[in-house]
């Protein structure tokens, strides 16, 4: 079994910064892809980056500039460093990844989610 969890959400004014973790526990070798996601009150979850294994990174235009996926693979942990936080970035935060278990699956896992507000 592998789980994602996630850590570093918070409140925040515009303008400030975070730092989200995705860590994956459990029968975990690796992790090959990587994606954040985010969803508001009343909105539809939406992709906010994502990274292939090949490591082909893709931002959404809302985000471009002011966020940085990174991901360390000796840890199997997945980071959000989001800068110049804006109201409009406030939603709960999803991680997502493809993962190699340590019997030879691969799955794709997602994260309990974490709370970003950004008000001032």
């Known amino acids: 079994q592998v789980q994602l969890v996630e850590s570093g959400g918070g409140s925040v004014q515009p303008g400030g910064s975070l730092r989200l973790s995705c860590a994956a526990r459990?029968?975990?070798?690796?992790?090959?892809?990587m994606g954040w996601y985010r969803q508001a009150p009343g909105k539809q979850r939406e992709l906010v980056v994502s990274?292939?294994?090949?490591?082909?990174?893709t931002y959404a235009d809302s985000v471009k500039g002011r966020f940085t996926i990174s991901k360390d693979n000796i840890k199997n942990t997945g980071y959000l460093q989001m800068s110049s936080l804006k109201p409009e970035d406030t939603a709960a935060y999803y991680c997502?990844?493809?993962?190699?278990?340590?019997?030879?699956?691969?799955?794709?896992?997602w994260g309990q989610g974490t709370l970003v507000t950004v008000s001032s």
């Open positions: 459990g029968d975990v070798f690796s992790i090959n892809t």
């Open positions: 990274v292939t294994g090949g490591g082909t990174t």
């Open positions: 997502n990844a493809g993962c190699y278990t340590l019997d030879g699956r691969y799955l794709e896992v």
